[in-house]
């Protein structure tokens, strides 16, 4: 991994987060309802007048007909959309698992300096006077700031 693609990652990690939990959302409610469409009981009603037995039979087969493949036509499209959400999320949740590790692997102070940096989009200014002073009462220049945030992004490359 580059140093570029890993800042790229970074920079997309909320909203890659995001997406992911909303795909998850979107296969969930695609498998319920795949499920829902196999278990569906085509009722049958007959026409009750005279005779009506009679010219009905064809009607209902022909009622079955139109609904078993209306069913299996539904059935095939979500079959189709959700390979197409299996492969969006499983792209979404490496993108997302790579950052999340690499994350990991870094002290307390570097990954909440990278996090405000790269992924919340805040400045080294801001970071070394109100973030930093937030989390260890004292402040920093943002040259220390930008070479904290180096070594950390650094670090990150090396896994």
Same mark, same amino acid.
């Given at each position: @991994?580059?140093?570029? !693609?890993?800042?790229?990652?970074?920079?997309?990690?909320? !909203?890659?987060?995001?997406?992911?939990?909303?795909?998850?959302?979107?296969?969930?409610?695609?498998?319920? =309802?795949?499920?829902?469409?196999?278990?569906?009981?085509?009722?049958?009603?007959?026409? =009750?007048?005279?005779?009506?037995?009679?010219?009905?039979?064809?009607?209902?087969?022909?009622? =079955?007909?139109?609904?078993?493949?209306?069913?299996? #036509?539904?059935?095939?499209?979500?079959? !189709?959309?959700?390979?197409?959400?299996?492969?969006? =999320?499983?792209?979404?949740?490496?993108?997302?698992?790579?950052?999340?590790?690499?994350? #990991?692997?870094?002290?307390?102070?570097?990954? #909440?300096?990278?996090?405000?940096?790269?992924?919340?989009?805040?400045?080294?200014?801001?970071?070394?006077?109100?973030?930093?002073?937030?989390?260890?009462?004292?402040?920093?220049?943002?040259?220390?700031?930008?070479?904290?945030?180096?070594?950390?992004?650094?670090? @990150?490359?090396?896994?």
């Amino acid at each position: @991994m580059t140093k570029e !693609e890993l800042i790229s990652l970074l920079k997309d990690y909320k !909203e890659n987060k995001a997406r992911l939990k909303i795909k998850l959302k979107e296969l969930k409610l695609a498998r319920i =309802v795949l499920k829902s469409l196999r278990q569906i009981d085509v009722n049958l009603t007959p026409k =009750v007048e005279i005779n009506g037995d009679i010219h009905s039979k064809n009607k209902i087969s022909d009622k =079955v007909a139109r609904q078993v493949e209306e069913n299996d #036509e539904k059935r095939r499209e979500k079959e !189709e959309e959700i390979k197409s959400l299996e492969k969006q =999320v499983k792209e979404l949740r490496e993108k997302v698992e790579a950052v999340e590790d690499r994350l #990991e692997a870094l002290k307390y102070k570097e990954r #909440e300096l990278l996090y405000a940096y790269y992924i919340e989009g805040r400045t080294y200014q801001d970071i070394g006077n109100n973030l930093y002073f937030r989390l260890f009462n004292q402040t920093r220049d943002a040259d220390t700031i930008k070479k904290i945030v180096d070594k950390a992004t650094r670090k @990150m490359l090396n896994l």
